[in-house]
């Protein structure tokens, strides 16, 4: 159940930035982020992280892993995810990585969003930001969705 959870919480979550999936990149060392910002991502409650990003949170939704929101601001939309622990954050990326988009991932919690929301965003919560799979037409090769994978 909790793992079906966590794929619905994907894929609420992707569909905000499917259209902003830009490139590939590993997902290894997500948590490091922020050296070069000088900011040290912590971890941080769901209304902690709303909080940072003066954002009202909107459809809210927690099961028992994770907690998820939606905000609008004047930086952008985004979606906040904050984990209990590592493991879930790491399987729930794992998980969306496929589907593209781009994270700014941090300390057992994510937001997604388009990356120049995110890297503003980073600003104020550190994190590393993060390519899901690259499903364009674009690259080299210019290999399709579906004629690429193997």
């Given at each position: 159940?909790?793992?079906?959870?966590?794929?619905?919480?994907?894929a609420l979550?992707?569909s905000?930035a499917?259209?902003?999936?830009?490139?590939?990149?590993?997902?290894?060392?997500a948590?490091?982020g922020?050296?070069?910002?000088?900011?040290?991502?912590?971890?941080a409650?769901?209304?902690?992280?709303?909080e940072?990003?003066?954002?009202s949170?909107?459809?809210?939704?927690?099961?028992?892993?994770?907690?998820?929101?939606n905000?609008?601001?004047?930086?952008?939309?985004?979606?906040l995810?904050?984990?209990?622990?590592?493991?879930?954050?790491?399987?729930?990326?794992?998980e969306?990585?496929p589907?593209?988009?781009?994270?700014?991932?941090?300390?057992?919690w994510?937001?997604?969003?388009?990356?120049q929301?995110l890297?503003t965003?980073?600003k104020?919560?550190?994190?590393?930001?993060?390519?899901?799979?690259?499903?364009?037409g674009?690259?080299?090769?210019g290999?399709?969705?579906?004629?690429?994978?193997?």
């Open positions: 159940m909790t793992k079906h959870a966590l794929r619905c919480a994907a979550s992707v905000l499917l259209t902003s999936a830009a490139g590939c990149s590993a997902i290894s060392d948590t490091s922020g050296e070069d910002e000088g900011k040290v991502a912590r971890p409650s769901l209304a902690q992280l709303a940072q990003t003066s954002c949170l909107t459809g809210q939704r927690k099961v028992k892993d994770l907690e998820q929101g905000c609008k601001t004047a930086q952008g939309r985004y979606v995810l904050s984990f209990t622990t590592d493991q879930g954050m790491n399987t729930w990326l794992h969306a990585k589907w593209g988009g781009v994270y700014l991932v941090g300390a057992r994510v937001v997604v969003s388009q990356e929301t890297q965003l980073r104020d919560l550190g994190g590393k930001i993060v390519h899901g799979d690259n499903h364009g674009g690259g080299t090769g290999a399709s969705h579906g004629t690429g994978h193997g």
